[in-house]
């Protein structure tokens, strides 16, 4: 499987995008620091880690016995200069401002 489809498919699942929210606001973290923030088994956790490491999304550095682990950015990078960057930035933020502005109303009904 290329890289690329490894990506896409590691950012398919919501606890592999929710592991990589937490090492976005905090970056560093140990297994079980991120298994705080998730409502699953350790295992679980590991397993979708694995994952993410496997898509070059997360990247690992061992100090001592602890095993760190940092989002690797230049992945989600690569595919906004593949797709997205052709798109001017205005237009990107008037449709995100418009998509928040739609859900608020629904949540609102």
Not at 2 to 18: M, Q, T
Not at 35 to 53: D, F, G
Not at 76 to 90: G, P
Request: glycine share 2%; aromatic share 6%.
């Amino acid at each position: 499987m290329k890289l690329i489809d490894r990506i896409f498919k590691a950012l398919a699942d919501a606890s592999r995008r929710k592991l990589l929210d937490e090492l976005y606001l905090k970056n560093g973290q140990t297994l079980s620091e991120l298994c705080q923030h998730l409502n699953m088994s350790r295992q679980a956790v590991t397993k979708h880690l694995s994952s993410l490491e496997d898509a070059n999304l997360v990247a690992i550095s061992w100090q001592g016995r602890e095993k760190l682990h940092y989002l690797n950015p230049l992945p989600i990078s690569e595919i906004y200069h593949r797709w997205i960057h052709k798109y001017e930035n205005h237009h990107l933020e008037a449709l995100n401002n418009l998509k928040k502005r739609l859900e608020e109303d629904n949540k609102n009904d």
